[in-house]
């Protein structure tokens, strides 16, 4: 049971990591930035460092999107990891 917890956890944390990810797409495609929504999975890691550079360079601090992206992430990885320990312990 706590498995099935784990994994529905993992895919809504997944889901809005992908929905934040969505979102610093959209902001850079604001700014003029060209963004390829087809291969967006490859080219995420280059978005998001673009999103850090240009928000940092704007206000001096790093945007909010950048931090949430990664932290919904990395909370579905663990949570994913967890799943699996508890199933098979």
């Known amino acids: 049971m706590l498995a099935l917890a784990l994994f529905t956890m993992a895919f809504f944390l997944a889901l809005t990591s992908c929905v934040m990810s969505y979102a610093i797409c959209y902001n850079l495609s604001n700014r003029k930035i060209e963004v390829d929504y087809i291969f967006l999975s490859w080219n995420m890691k280059k978005y998001m460092r673009m999103y850090k550079e240009i928000t940092k360079e ?18 579905a990885v663990l949570s994913f990891l967890g799943g699996i320990i508890s199933l098979y312990s």
């Open 58 to 75: 704007e206000s001096g601090q790093v945007g909010k999107l950048y931090y949430l992206t990664y932290i919904f992430f990395l909370l």
